[in-house]
């Protein structure tokens, strides 16, 4: 007879350990995806030629702040990256 209990427990900490690492991954990839946004902003002059785009990009950075609100690397980050723009299409 199978011990339930303790095939159970085994399943739990695999996935576990496995959704960890996939939360992980994700986060990084949401952290890059912001980071390429930002060294776009970076790179534009302060003049857009297409201003009507610019949701475009601060919806990706929106996007990782809804999904992951409670990483503070996240959330610094894309807070920056933000200000960064406004303070670039703004000045």
């Not at 409670?70 to 670039?88: C, D, K, P």
Request: proline share 0%; charged share 15%.
């Amino acid at each position: 007879m199978i011990n339930f209990a303790r095939h159970y427990s085994r399943k739990k900490i695999i996935f576990d350990t496995i959704y960890q690492e996939l939360y992980g991954l994700d986060i990084m990839h949401k952290f890059n995806w912001i980071r390429l946004i930002a060294r776009m902003f970076e790179a534009m002059a302060g003049n857009f030629a297409y201003s009507s785009d610019i949701h475009l990009f601060l919806n990706v950075i929106n996007g990782s702040l809804a999904l992951y609100a409670e990483e503070a690397g996240i959330l610094r980050y894309s807070m920056a990256v933000i200000i960064n723009a406004a303070h670039q299409v703004t000045g």
